[in-house]
C-alpha cells in the first residue's frame, strides 16, 4: 500500500534543532518532487521547501539559511534539518511528493504534489 510517513517532530524551545524525516513506501518509481509544508492552527498550509530529482532545492524566505531539505539514501525518503526554531515555527509538518512533473514556478502550491503524509507536530516554545 502506498504511502507517506512522517517522522521526527516534538517540542523544543527557542532557538533548538529538530530533524524530520519522510519515507514514501510502496512506490514503483522514484518521485520527481520531494516537499515539506506545514499548517498552523487557523492558518493556510504553506510550503516550507522543496527538492527535485537533481537535488536542486528552493525554500520559504522565512526559513531560508536555518532549515536544510534533503533526500536519504534510501529511494523517496527525505529529511528536513531545522535549526534555530522559532515560535511562529510552530506547526504541523507534512511530507509531499509527486512523480509528476517538478514546477519551479509553482512549488509552493498544494496542486503540484499528488501524495501527501499525515504530518508529525512541531512545538517551538519562548
Known amino acids: 500500500q502506498e504511502h507517506l510517513v512522517e517522522s521526527g517532530g516534538g517540542s523544543v524551545q527557542d532557538g533548538g534543532s529538530l530533524r524530520l524525516f519522510c519515507a514514501a513506501s510502496?512506490?514503483?518509481?522514484?518521485?520527481?518532487?520531494l516537499a515539506w509544508f506545514r499548517q498552523a492552527p487557523g492558518k493556510e498550509r504553506e510550503a516550507v521547501a522543496r527538492?527535485?530529482?537533481?537535488?536542486?532545492?528552493i525554500y520559504k524566505d522565512s526559513v531560508k539559511g536555518r532549515f536544510t531539505i534533503s533526500k536519504g539514501n534510501v529511494k523517496n525518503t527525505l529529511y528536513l534539518q531545522m535549526n534555530t526554531l522559532k515560535p511562529e515555527d510552530t506547526a504541523m509538518y507534512y511530507c509531499?511528493?509527486?512523480?509528476?512533473?517538478?514546477?519551479?514556478?509553482?512549488?509552493?502550491?498544494?496542486?503540484?504534489?499528488?501524495?501527501w503524509g499525515q504530518g508529525t507536530q512541531v512545538t517551538v516554545s519562548s
Open positions: 510502496g512506490y514503483t518509481n522514484s518521485m520527481s518532487c
Open positions: 509531499a511528493a509527486t512523480v509528476s512533473h517538478c514546477y519551479s514556478g509553482n512549488w509552493f502550491r498544494t496542486w503540484n504534489y499528488d501524495y
Open positions: 527538492i527535485d530529482s537533481r537535488g536542486r532545492t
